[in-house]
């Protein structure tokens, strides 16, 4: 089985370490108990008195799963009890009313997602009823770009229910598979029924759905190169428009179901790499383009076309086409990006309860951005969509001389230069192909708060 040719084992040491993914920057972990309610709405009457306020981006987060996946390490509430999907349903239109109501009715929403969790642990009739409170409190976009797009477990779903979703509104879908293989199955507690999955994905095909998304991961216990071969074999045949091919982060410490997994059963960070450059190799000769640092897609898609014009851009829900977007996070733990601000939700499902029956918006912590803050998060955004940083535009859009102000960034580049991870260029820092591989472990020398915080205990490793 040929594959690409493997990294050194001396550089995969090395770059072998805990770092952020860098789908915000500053990461949740800088975020503060001090940011709370007031803190938002100052941000979100800011935002509104922009001369052109951006557009609007909204995140649902349904938090509930019937079974526990041991590698997941989401926000999530493991209950089989249907009947909880009602009442949580309820108190989300309750939120869309009190956060809509803190930005002007003509700002458009041009982007939506469900993530979760399980999203369709909601009836596909009780997803309709949420996206109508959010067409009755906000201005949806009637462009043809515009994305109105949910997570699925395929497993909770029947064709019919896709059917039910497309007439709702949705014209998106992500469907989480990770692995085909029994063993690998087995091992995290997630035994998926092939044919089933690719019913469903049919579905989505069939009943108009514009893209569809499958997310696999690379890292699980008893993962062989074969056996991911298959896998990646099957989805190819099935045509997704994209694909999110996620590493994932072992951190037992944090995640209590991944104790279930034994350290001995996960392949070493060779074989996680080899299973990488595996999905590169097969996905890129079926004619899938790569995307960022973990995602696909077809030439032809919405998500390729951006990069090839530098739209792209990356947030917490991954990559995406909608840059420019003021990012409003409802639900228990969602994450808000109003203007230079992050905020976000209580975890606790019964703190975000109370919070809603109050009633008053579920604030936990979040942060102001400085303006350091907004330029480092101007670069590593731009090395993590374009896999270069061009330094002209960032001297003129920040209006600093990027030499002086990154000298000490550009001290920790010298290393990965000498090793072939990134070439360092009077007008631009770019990634090679191997860098592309490790694009965190370079967007982490910009990173001005690794220095103060315990990495090892809140990010996971790089490969």
């Known amino acids: 089985m040929p594959i690409l040719p493997p990294f050194p084992t001396e550089l995969l040491r090395r770059y072998d370490r805990p770092g952020p993914r860098y789908t915000s920057y500053p990461t949740a972990p800088q975020f503060s108990e001090s940011f709370g309610v007031p803190q938002l709405m100052e941000a979100a009457h800011q935002s509104n008195g922009d001369p052109i306020p951006p557009r609007l981006s909204l995140y649902v987060h349904v938090p509930f799963c019937a079974n526990p996946c041991f590698y997941c390490g989401c ?8 009947s909880r999907s009602g009442p949580y349903r309820n108190r989300l ?8 109501g803190l930005f002007d009715p003509d700002r458009e929403v041009v982007q939506l997602h469900f993530g979760g969790g399980t999203p369709n642990f909601l009836t596909p009739a009780q997803l309709a009823d949420t996206l109508r409170d959010l067409r009755d409190h906000f201005r949806f976009s009637d462009a043809a770009n515009r994305d109105i797009s949910i997570e699925l477990d395929p497993r909770e779903l029947t064709p019919d229910d896709i059917a039910e979703l497309v007439a709702a509104g949705f014209n998106r879908a992500s469907l989480g598979v990770q692995d085909f293989d029994l063993a690998v199955q087995q091992a995290v507690n997630r035994e998926q029924d092939v044919g089933a999955t690719l019913a469903v994905l049919d579905a989505c095909h069939r009943h108009g759905m514009r893209s569809v998304n499958v997310d696999l991961i690379y890292g699980l216990p008893q993962q062989t190169l074969e056996g991911f071969a298959h896998t990646l074999d099957t989805v190819i045949g099935a045509r997704p428009q994209r694909l999110a091919v996620y590493s994932y982060a072992h951190l037992p410490e944090l995640f209590r179901p991944q104790r279930q997994i034994r350290a001995e059963d996960l392949p070493s960070p060779e074989m996680k790499l080899e299973l990488l450059q595996l999905a590169i190799q097969r996905l890129t000769a079926a004619g899938y383009v790569h995307i960022g640092m973990d995602h696909f897609a077809l030439p032809d898609d ?22 420019d977007c003021d990012l409003i996070g409802l639900g228990v733990s969602a994450i808000s990006r109003i203007g230079d601000s992050y905020s976000q939700n209580v975890r606790d499902l019964t703190a975000w309860e109370q919070a ?14 400085s303006a350091d803050d907004q330029l480092r998060s101007d670069v590593i955004q731009r090395l993590m969509c374009q896999g270069e940083v061009p330094i002209d535009a960032i001297e003129r859009a920040h209006g600093i001389d990027f030499s002086q102000y990154f000298a000490d960034s550009l001290r920790r580049l010298e290393p990965l230069q000498d090793d072939g991870l990134v070439w360092i260029e009077p007008e631009r820092i770019v990634a090679t192909p191997e860098g592309r591989l490790l694009l965190r472990v370079i967007a982490m020398c910009f990173d001005a708060y690794l220095p103060r915080v315990s990495a090892p205990a809140r990010y996971s490793r790089t490969v």
């Open 356 to 369: 809603i029956d109050a009633p008053r918006l579920p604030v936990w912590r979040g942060m102001r951005l």
């Open 93 to 100: 239109g309750r939120e869309i009313g009190m956060m809509s």
């Open 302 to 323: 919405e998500l390729a076309m951006a990069q090839s014009r530098g739209g792209l851009h990356r947030n917490f829900m991954g990559y995406t086409t909608h840059a």
């Open 75 to 82: 926000n999530r509430v493991i209950t089989r009890d249907r």
